[in-house]
């Protein structure tokens, strides 16, 4: 009875902390100054993005009157708060802003900062039919957009973990003209091909989640925010429990790349008090159709659907023919990733061709999570990418920093 008594305390502590924060308070907790914005999309939907703009830790850089922007967009179920939960020693937009650069985070549609529309209300399903191509199609390029206009760019450095990967891929292969807008494009753990992916989850999962039946059909847009809202609450309590820590940890392996000795594992319980972080579960579908087509192509809504939609009893691939930015994409991938499996990134390499830059991180356990959350991922991933951007600007900067990759990614 004591020990269950304990359990409650510390889950109800879970709740408090977990509720009480939001990303500008965890920048801001680490003497960063924060804005909120919010930008209307064409479709009504309300997206947050927060900004760091301008650090009193950096270099000369911080006095410029104009700072390059960046944009940095997150994973599923994720939100702007992945990248700060590393701290200001590990974490990508501290770096950038320590840089002198503008630094921006984004939150698609759906997550917890981003579930308000100008009609729709989150308790309807209405509200949660969208998926990837919504996120990519339209709310990437009104980000982009957004942010060119209030620094008052012509472009920007993008950055892109996992969905925001996915998300600018699509964005580029719908709206070519975005190409153009983009300085630098990094993206860290790219997900497009996902033919031979890994793990139980995905494995066992996508024959069930990625075709077409009565039960996706009933959960693509089922609201789930406040079963997710719950999960954020109970969870980094339960997790920071010795007797639950190794089976959250087990969870997280399962899902994303078993046994990396580099993820910070006193980040977990922080990490599961902003993940999931909300969206619409067509999301999670779009996804499984992906490893079931073999193909990077827009939501399959079945023979019906996909013919009022596209005019074609299956949904056409996306261009990649139109991806094509100023630099070449700078693609960030490892081997114990199951969202990026190395022969899938081998076909996107081949297609793409020198419009893309492979770096293949050298550590054979580096997972899906690390490229955030790994111990080390300030000197093997975020110096590199903070570097190149400086190579790019005309900045001094190094050329040595980017050591943590393989002479030859494939």
Same mark, same amino acid.
């Given at each position: ?23 500008? /308070? ?15 999309? !064409? ?19 911080? %006095? ?9 967009? /997150? ?14 020693? %590990? ?19 759906? %997550? ?35 942010? =060119?206009?209030?620094? %008052? ?39 497009? @091909? ?31 925010? &406040? ?102 994409? &700078? $693609? ?6 199951? @969202? ?7 076909? =996107? ?15 054979? !356990? ?22 190149? $951007? ?6 001094? @900067?190094?050329?040595?920093?980017? !050591?943590?990759?393989?002479? !030859?990614? @494939?």
């Amino acid at each position: 009875m004591q020990s269950l008594s304990g359990l409650v305390i510390v889950v109800l502590c879970g709740v408090t902390t977990a509720g009480a924060l939001d990303t500008c /308070h965890r920048i801001t907790h680490y003497g960063y100054p924060c804005e909120r914005h919010n930008l209307t999309t !064409k479709d009504g939907y309300v997206l947050a993005i927060f900004r760091i703009p301008y650090s009193q830790h950096g270099d000369s850089y911080d %006095n410029a009157t104009s700072k390059p922007p960046v944009l940095l967009m /997150h994973c599923l179920e994720c939100s702007s708060d992945i990248w700060i939960i590393s701290g200001p020693e %590990n974490g990508l937009p501290f770096i950038l802003a320590d840089a002198g650069y503008d630094v921006w985070l984004g939150n698609a549609r759906g %997550n917890v900062y981003s579930q308000k529309h100008i009609k729709l209300q989150r308790s309807s399903t209405e509200f949660w039919e969208f998926s990837l191509d919504e996120i990519g199609i339209i709310d990437v390029p009104a980000k982009i957009d957004y942010v =060119l206009a209030i620094t %008052n760019s012509q472009s920007l450095h993008y950055v892109g973990y996992s969905q925001g990967s996915t998300t600018l891929m699509m964005a580029l292969a719908s709206k070519p003209e975005y190409n153009e807008k983009l300085r630098s494009t990094h993206l860290l753990a790219p997900v497009v @091909f996902l033919c031979y992916v890994g793990g139980p989850v995905a494995i066992l999962g996508s024959p069930i989640v990625g075709s077409i039946n009565p039960l996706t059909q009933l959960l693509g847009t089922v609201p789930l925010h &406040e079963l997710e809202a719950l999960s954020r609450s109970v969870a980094p309590g339960l997790c920071q429990r010795a007797e639950f820590a190794e089976l959250c940890l087990a969870f997280l392996n399962i899902v994303c790349g078993w046994g990396s000795p580099h993820l910070n594992r006193t980040l977990i319980p922080e990490l599961l008090s902003t993940a999931p972080a909300g969206g619409s579960f067509r999301q999670v579908i779009h996804y499984a159709q992906m490893v079931m087509s073999c193909k990077f192509r827009p939501y399959d809504f079945g023979l019906p659907g996909n013919m009022q939609k596209y005019g074609k009893p299956q949904p056409p691939s996306y261009n990649l023919a139109n991806v094509h930015p100023k630099t070449p994409i &700078e $693609m960030y991938f490892g081997e114990n990733d199951y @969202f990026v499996p190395l022969r899938d990134a081998y076909r =996107l390499s081949k297609i793409l061709g020198n419009r893309a830059s492979w770096n293949h991180v050298k550590f054979p !356990k580096y997972n899906h999570f690390d490229y955030t959350l790994a111990s080390n991922v300030r000197w093997c991933i975020n110096d590199c990418v903070v570097d190149r $951007m400086q190579k790019y600007e005309g900045r001094s @900067f190094h050329g040595d920093l980017c !050591k943590c990759f393989k002479n !030859k990614p @494939f």
